[in-house]
């Protein structure tokens, strides 16, 4: 336990920026360390509340970036949202942010 006996706080998302456009097929996703978290949780999907996910591989052991590869470059626009994780428990998740994938 963290010693709070309560779950993380919504984690920061830093890049990519809300609104960006990012024309690549390899994105990276990156977001604040939140204090006290273990794990990551990240989505990623054209649905914008982010209910479900286009990758099967959400956490991250920790770290506080994921790479993705094969989005399309198309001009599709995504949602995504992390949230944490300690031995409380998954924290809320973080603020949704959008991005144009291509032209």
């Given at each position: 336990t963290n010693g709070s006996g309560t779950p993380p706080t919504a984690p920061t998302l830093t890049s990519p920026a809300n609104g960006a456009t990012v024309?690549?097929?390899s994105i990276t996703f990156q977001w604040g360390s939140v204090s006290g978290a273990t794990n990551y949780h990240i989505r990623v999907g054209t649905d914008p509340a982010v209910e479900t996910s286009l990758f099967p591989s959400h956490y991250t052991s920790g770290a506080t970036s994921k790479t993705y590869t094969d989005f399309p470059n198309n001009g599709t626009t995504y949602y995504w949202k992390v949230r944490a994780y300690n031995a409380d428990?998954?924290?809320?998740?973080?603020?949704?942010?959008?991005?144009?994938?291509?032209?």
């Open positions: 024309s690549n097929t428990g998954w924290g809320s998740g973080s603020t949704i942010r959008s991005f144009t994938n291509g032209f």
